[in-house]
């Protein structure tokens, strides 16, 4: 199935609209798009609660994560899920309002998830991160997979450098690194009312972060700030969405095909 194929696949009255970061599924929606495909796809924003500079909220990659799980399921035939909001944001401690759980914690809540999804006949999920310190994901995603069960890890780096392309992004992936032009401009397409004013003149960059790990984000940046956000808008945060939505078909395509059956 191409992209407008899947697009109009979702497009039989299945889905029904995310009101904010929060699906507005019935049981019986969830009933009658299950019926409809041979194999069911749930998707899990995850995002974090964390500094983002003096305009963006600490909600935003929850925020970002929500807008591109939105962008995907009105384009596909999935269960919408709501977000896990807290997540692994350590680097970011220094700064009043940031909130972690460990990366233990957060793996088991996603397997636990994605257990709970097979009892009831789901067979594959997606996790949609918004925060680049989700490291382990990536290992629930991996050891998922070798046990046989499907699950996906979505954008990959390769899909954000695709939407930065088509959007017009000028700012690289590395440089733009937090709160920048990617970030502010989603939020000011889905979530205008959230950005505060200030982020027309707050761009910072460092690109030589390797040791971020050990000594987190306040050795790199006092504002909290890591990209150009001056660059951000409306249109930039549409097409980066538009771009990302395109670029599920192929991980829609795998999860539902004979490949990664256990």
């Not at 970030?183 to 390797?210: M, Q």
């Not at 040791?211 to 549409?238: D, F, Q």
Request: aromatic letters at 6%; one cysteine or more; charged letters at 20%.
């Amino acid at each position: 199935m191409d992209g407008s194929g899947a697009r109009a696949a979702a497009c039989g009255g299945t889905n029904s609209v995310a009101y904010g970061v929060m699906p507005a599924d019935t049981t019986e929606v969830v009933r009658t798009r299950g019926a409809g495909v041979s194999t069911q796809v749930a998707v899990l924003p995850v995002g974090s609660f964390e500094q983002h500079g003096p305009f963006l909220p600490l909600a935003t990659d929850t925020l970002v994560a929500c807008a591109v799980a939105r962008e995907i399921a009105a384009a596909y035939p999935v269960h919408l899920l709501p977000p896990v909001t807290v997540s692994c944001s350590h680097e970011h401690a220094d700064w009043p309002g940031t909130v972690s759980i460990s990366a233990v914690t957060l793996h088991a809540v996603v397997s636990d998830i994605a257990a709970s999804l097979r009892r009831s006949g789901v067979d594959a999920l997606v996790v949609v991160n918004g925060h680049g310190g989700n490291y382990v994901l990536g290992n629930v995603v991996q050891e998922t997979s070798a046990r046989g069960e499907r699950m996906a890890l979505f954008p990959a780096a390769e899909d954000w450098e695709t939407a930065r392309e088509r959007a017009g992004v000028r700012t690289s992936l590395l440089t733009d690194m937090h709160a920048g032009e990617i970030e502010t401009s989603i939020l000011l397409h889905a979530h205008p009312e959230f950005v505060r004013p200030g982020y027309e003149s707050a761009d910072f960059t460092a690109d030589d972060r390797r040791h971020l790990l050990t000594v987190g984000m306040s050795a790199y940046t006092e504002s909290g700030v890591i990209g150009r956000p001056s660059l951000g808008s409306a249109e930039k945060g549409k097409e980066l969405l538009a771009s990302l939505a395109e670029s599920f078909e192929a991980y829609f395509a795998l999860l539902t095909s004979g490949a990664g059956r256990g």
